[in-house]
Each structure stands twice: as structure tokens, then as C-alpha cells.
């Protein structure tokens, strides 16, 4: 529901609302994280709100800021941000001092920086100018790290987020034995997984799905339809280098946006579909590519996120080695029955009912009568 201009608000809806506008950012702001800020008069009600909308562009205080017509209402008033504002030079001015320059009576922030070097000198500065700083109250902890969770985990880890995804039956198949898939989803869960590509910024697959569907793995959904989506391709024994000449992938991006980690000995197979530095050898495990050395690899080259879209046994490797945070599941409303290729989680042993795998803070919503579960993987998995 929209709230309207002028409605009196506690601190606690106005950082409700506040995270509502941060999620506005999801797919547009990375690697910043997404943020919203919201203004109270000094008698608590809205006079404006506003989004970090664009990685580059004004932040959401500023933006904020920009809606109120009337200045002359910021006398006493307050604003509500999801992370503290930053009191450094990127590529706008510090918040802090827009916000320290302005007659306010309060400044109540979500995160603090995760950065070391700026957490809380943004605030220290409000403070020094005469203005209350207050933090989030605690129930809204929970909410407000999930929705800059990728930002904070790369800051606080220096790894690059992974979200799995599954488009499954609801018996947890991905496909029949004869290898057709498409689709065990409907149109508003497939587009709803073209906007998490948005949101993530990266796609991770095999070759054997991308020879079997021929996918295009970018974005075909508004706003983000000239959004570039790197592909991650992991093909051992490069299978896919005669396909790749031809593949829709390569027609929707420019070949710089296509990464291949390959077995030993086979970086020359591509030379004529992909520029050089595009094809990187990576080490074997156990006879298969190594999966968090090629996901270390993938966060040092500065990607924040990654979604991982592959069928039945990728998938089921990253699950079973733990190397995934979020698992996003959607299932359509069919059942397929059994099969030699078995489920999505067909790598994972367990000895003991205890042991299972559950998901935290997890969210289901329904799309047009299939399920979406969207779930953090439990730190101790
Ligand atoms: N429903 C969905 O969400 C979805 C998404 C994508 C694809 N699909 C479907 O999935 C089907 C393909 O499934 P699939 O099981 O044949 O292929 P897959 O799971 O996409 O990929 C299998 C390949 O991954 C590599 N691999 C397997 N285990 C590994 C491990 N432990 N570590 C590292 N690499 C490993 C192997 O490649 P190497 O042999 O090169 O080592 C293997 O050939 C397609 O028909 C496609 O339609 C479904």
C-alpha cells in the first residue's frame, strides 16, 4: 500500500518503509549496497522518500532530500536510512555532511558500515553537529542485513555471494529422463528468476546445460533488459568450444562478458569464440573442477554475486559442498515421478534426520500457483 504524503509514521514504520524503498535498488546499485531513506517532520509525518537507484548516482539520502519541496520543514526534522551514511568522498559527497548541514532534530540509521575505516564516522559527524543519532530498533535487524546481505557479505568476507537456483517439480526433479525440461515452471516464475539474475549480476552454469537448452541466461524483463549478465561457464573437458561459435549466450552479450574454467591443457579451444584471459584453468577435485577454488577466483576478479543456474548434478555439488548462501527454489505444480537423474539434491548424504539441511529466515511466496522458497543457508551447513 502506498503510503501517503503527510501520514504520521513511528520510527519503526518509517524504517519499514525505508526498506521497502531500499529493495527499489535490487539489481541497479551493485556493488553498492541497496539502501532507502525516509524524512519525518518534526511532528512525524512523511515528507519524503527516497532510493539509492543506480550504482554511481545519488544516494538515498540525497535523493530523499531532493523530494522535499518545502525546506523550510526539515526544522526538527528526522531522517530514517537502512545503513549509516557515509562520511567519505566515492563518487558523490558525504552524506554526513549534507545531513550535519541541515536543521534536524534526529538521524536514526539501520547497518553501520561494515568498512572499518568509515563505520561510524558518518555518524560521529552527525552527532558533532548537534543532531540525535539513534539505531534501528533491534527486531529490524533481521530485515535490514537481508536486504544488503550481498553487499555485507562481500565486505565482511571478501567472497562473492552465491544464490542457487532451482527450478524444480515438487518431487524435486528438474527434467524427464529424455532430457525435456522446459518448462516445469510457469511464466511468472520464469520471470521472476530473469529478475534474480538481475539482482545477482551473474550467471555460473555447465556446458552440458548450456549445449542442452541453448539458454540465453540474461535479462528479458523490465527495467533491467540492457543489463550485463557475465556468464561463469565450467566445461572440464570443453565440450561446449565448437557450440559456444554459435550459442544464443554469445549473441545477447559481448565476449568479454563470457568466463570458461576448463581442465588442464585446454585454454587454446576457444581462441576463436573468446578473447584472451577469458578462459582460465582451474584445478581439479576429486576429478571435477574445484568449485571454491573457481568461486575464489570468481570474487577476486571483484564480482560480488553469483547465481548458479545448472541442472541436477551441478547443482547438487554446490548444495552438497556447502558452497552456496541462499537457496532460491521455485516449484512448479507438477510431479514427475523418478529417474535415473534424480533430484536437484541427489549429492547430499545424510546419516541422521538431524542433519538435515534448513534453511533460515526462509520466505515462501506463491507465482501464479507455483512456490518460490527463498532461504539463507545456516551458517553452520
Ligand atoms: N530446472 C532448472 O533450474 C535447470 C537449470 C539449468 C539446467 N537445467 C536442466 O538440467 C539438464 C542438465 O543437467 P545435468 O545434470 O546433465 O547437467 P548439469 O548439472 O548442469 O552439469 C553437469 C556437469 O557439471 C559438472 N559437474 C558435475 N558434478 C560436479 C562437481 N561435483 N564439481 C564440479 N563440476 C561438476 C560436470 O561437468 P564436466 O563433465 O565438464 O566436469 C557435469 O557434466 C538440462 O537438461 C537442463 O535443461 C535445469
Redesign the pocket.
Known amino acids: 500500500v502506498e503510503v501517503e504524503i503527510g501520514s504520521p509514521l513511528s520510527i519503526e514504520q518509517a524504517f519499514r518503509l525505508a526498506l521497502e524503498e531500499a529493495r527499489k535498488g535490487f539489481g541497479g546499485v551493485s556493488p553498492n549496497p541497496p539502501v532507502g531513506c525516509v524524512i519525518l517532520d518534526a511532528k512525524n509525518r512523511l515528507l519524503a522518500k527516497g532510493h539509492h537507484q543506480k550504482f554511481g548516482g545519488p544516494h538515498a539520502e540525497v535523493e530523499a532530500f531532493n523530494r522535499v519541496e518545502d525546506k523550510s520543514l526539515l526544522h526538527g526534522a528526522k531522517f530514517i536510512v537502512t545503513l549509516e551514511p557515509c562520511s567519505h568522498f566515492g563518487k558523490t559527497p558525504p552524506c554526513a555532511d549534507l545531513l550535519s548541514s541541515l536543521p534536524l532534530a534526529e538521524v536514526h540509521y539501520g547497518l553501520k558500515d561494515p568498512n572499518p575505516l568509515v563505520s561510524g564516522k558518518g555518524l560521529e559527524k552527525i552527532k558533532g553537529a548537534g543532531i540525535g543519532v539513534f539505531s534501528a530498533p533491534p527486531s529490524l535487524q533481521g530485515e535490514l542485513e537481508e536486504v544488503a546481505e550481498i553487499f555485507l557479505h562481500f565486505q565482511r568476507q571478501k567472497k562473492c555471494f552465491v544464490g542457487l ?4 517439480s515438487l518431487d524435486g526433479r ?2 524427464l529422463s529424455n ?1 525435456e ?1 522446459q518448462w ?1 515452471t510457469n511464466a511468472v516464475s520464469r520471470e521472476q528468476g530473469h529478475l534474480l539474475r538481475a539482482y545477482y549480476g551473474a550467471v555460473l ?5 548450456v549445449i ?2 541453448d539458454a540465453r541466461l540474461n535479462v528479458r524483463v523490465p527495467p533491467f533488459e540492457s543489463k550485463k549478465i557475465p556468464v561463469f561457464l ?4 570443453a ?1 561446449s568450444a565448437e557450440f559456444l561459435k554459435t550459442a544464443k549466450l554469445m549473441k545477447v552479450r559481448s565476449p568479454h562478458d563470457v568466463f570458461i574454467f576448463t581442465g588442464k591443457d585446454n585454454e587454446n579451444k576457444w581462441a576463436s569464440v573468446l578473447p584472451e584471459g577469458q578462459v582460465l584453468s582451474a584445478p581439479l577435485k576429486e576429478g ?2 574445484d ?1 571454491a577454488w573457481i568461486l575464489r577466483e570468481i570474487s577476486a576478479r571483484g564480482y560480488v554475486s553469483v547465481m548458479v ?7 547438487s ?1 554446490f548444495l552438497s559442498q556447502g558452497l552456496f548462501d541462499r537457496l532460491e527454489l521455485f516449484l512448479g505444480n507438477k510431479i514427475l515421478g523418478d529417474s535415473p ?1 534424480g533430484s536437484w539434491s541427489k549429492g547430499l548424504r545424510l546419516l541422521k534426520l538431524d542433519q538435515a539441511l534448513s534453511l533460515e529466515a526462509l520466505r515462501i511466496r506463491t507465482l501464479g500457483g507455483d512456490l518460490w522458497l527463498s532461504g539463507r543457508k545456516p551458517e553452520s551447513f
Open positions: 537456483k532451482v527450478a524444480s528438474m527434467g532430457g525440461s516445469i552454469t555447465s556446458a552440458t546445460s542442452k537448452d565450467l566445461d572440464r573437458a565440450k571435477n573442477l568449485l543456474e545448472a541442472g541436477p548434478r551441478l547443482s555439488a537423474e
